[in-house]
């Protein structure tokens, strides 16, 4: 079975692909003995073959071996408590207020039982108050704008089985003062919009703490999916910083590194990317030996070696002959975490279908095992993951990229108390931060 693009969306129950026509009204599981999730992700636009192909390719993989009871344990159990799993995969292209409708579209016309997805920030900020609205249980399974639980104060509905970008961005800092304790001067390019913003606040103010000498010598925000970086390249190179921070993702992450790389911006300057790793199998002799690289979790490259994470790799490249990525890691963890608080709030009932409020109550404070280790649903009351973070170096040799020079740091030494928004902690020094 292979994905393709989808006109308005298409149906993925066990080995079958069939098109969900324009207009037409789907069924509940409660109709038809199955449990129907939504999928959202890119399928096509500059975020599609970087992140978005990947999750779909993800959600694909698990899906099908879900419904064969081919995970290891815990997941063993077929389908989602015996449950086979039918989706609909929606294409997340196309921006905020047509993934509002999308959204809409999903529970009262397709009837989802659940919906998993969403890249871009814009786009979980804008669908969250829908979902609390709908009352639908809804996973966010990849968008990190920190701002995201500082809007929806009291969550219910809404999950993010991800990390937010304060955890990449303090991430990143601890990163270069263990690693370049020198570097001062440091430089920034972000998209202009929520996840660009507030990655950028996020990492200046933890430099402010972390390393009190160093100085912003530039900032750019060009906007988002802009693809062409000339000026930009210019006014950095310009700079001379000796770091550069960037939270670009997909195409224009790729296109960044392309082009400055062939200028020579970072042959005296560092970059970081946090969202580096999704480009791993791509970048090649393209991107700079030395270029600190990110996961935006314990994901992809960064996954411990257990049980899961060796079949998702194993099952991954079997089908789609390729490495799977960090959005592909996240995917998947965002359907085994939405298994495991359903069959939880089945308590053991096989074939039962829990209600949105018993999914969502099983679900809040949860802790399950997945292809990133353990994940504990422990800030914004129960309802955000809590995971560590690591960084390395990104160099191709014979052929081949590796990582080296990694460093982990655990949940408690980058993430802020829950109740405590991200900022706030970063500028009150992140007291509590335990990083031994």
């Not at 015996?82 to 047509?98: H, P, R």
């Not at 990449?168 to 920034?188: E, F, Q, S, W």
């Not at 925000?221 to 006014?235: L, N, T």
């Not at 590194?257 to 002799?285: M, P, W």
Request: include cysteine.
């Amino acid at each position: 079975m292979k994905l393709v693009k989808p006109l308005v969306g298409r149906l993925l129950a066990g080995a079958v692909l069939g098109l969900v026509a324009l207009g037409a009204t789907g069924v509940s599981a409660a109709e038809n003995g199955k449990f129907r999730l939504g999928i959202v992700t890119f399928l096509s636009g500059g975020a599609a073959g970087p992140f978005g192909v990947p999750s779909a390719h993800a959600a694909e993989t698990v899906i099908e071996a879900l419904n064969k009871g081919g995970l290891p344990a815990p997941y063993d159990k077929k389908g989602i408590n015996g449950l086979e799993i039918e989706a609909v995969i929606i294409d997340e292209n196309g921006g905020a207020t047509k993934q509002v409708e999308e959204f809409r579209n999903l529970v009262e016309r397709q009837k989802v039982d659940a919906v998993i997805g969403y890249i871009s920030s814009g786009d979980c900020l804008a669908v969250s108050p829908v979902a609390e609205e709908l009352k639908i249980p809804t996973v966010l399974y990849d968008c990190g704008a920190s701002r995201l639980f500082v809007e929806n104060k009291s969550p219910k509905f809404v999950f993010r089985t991800g990390l937010d970008a304060v955890v990449d961005n303090v991430g990143a800092v601890r990163y270069l003062a263990d690693t370049r304790p020198k570097a001062t001067a440091i430089a920034g390019i972000q998209q202009n919009y929520a996840w660009g913003q507030d990655s950028w606040a996020d990492f200046t103010e933890t430099l402010k703490k972390v390393k009190p000498d160093a100085k912003i010598v530039a900032e750019q925000f060009p906007k988002i999916f802009q693809g062409q970086y000339g000026a930009e390249i210019s006014a950095l190179s310009v700079a001379k910083p000796d770091v550069i921070h960037s939270s670009f993702w997909g195409g224009d992450m790729e296109a960044f590194v392309l082009q400055g790389n062939a200028r020579g911006l970072f042959e005296k300057s560092a970059l970081v990317l946090t969202c580096g790793e999704s480009g791993i199998d791509h970048y090649k002799g393209q991107a700079p030996n030395g270029m600190i690289i990110g996961g935006r979790g314990p994901f992809g490259a960064f996954a411990p070696k257990n049980a899961l994470s060796d079949w998702l790799r194993q099952a991954y490249v079997a089908k789609w002959n390729e490495q799977p990525i960090y959005p592909s890691f996240k995917m998947a963890q965002a359907i085994l975490g939405l298994k495991a608080a359903t069959e939880k709030a089945a308590g053991g009932a096989a074939g039962k279908i829990p209600t949105a409020d018993e999914i969502t109550a099983a679900f809040t404070g949860l802790t399950f095992e997945s292809v990133s280790g353990t994940v504990k649903m422990a800030r914004a009351g129960g309802h955000q993951a809590m995971q560590g973070i690591a960084y390395g170096e990104y160099h191709f040799e014979n052929g081949k990229p590796v990582l080296k020079n990694v460093k982990s740091y655990k949940d408690t030494c980058v993430t802020p108390p829950d109740g405590t928004s991200g900022q706030d902690w970063i500028k009150a020094g992140m007291p509590g931060a335990q990083c031994d």
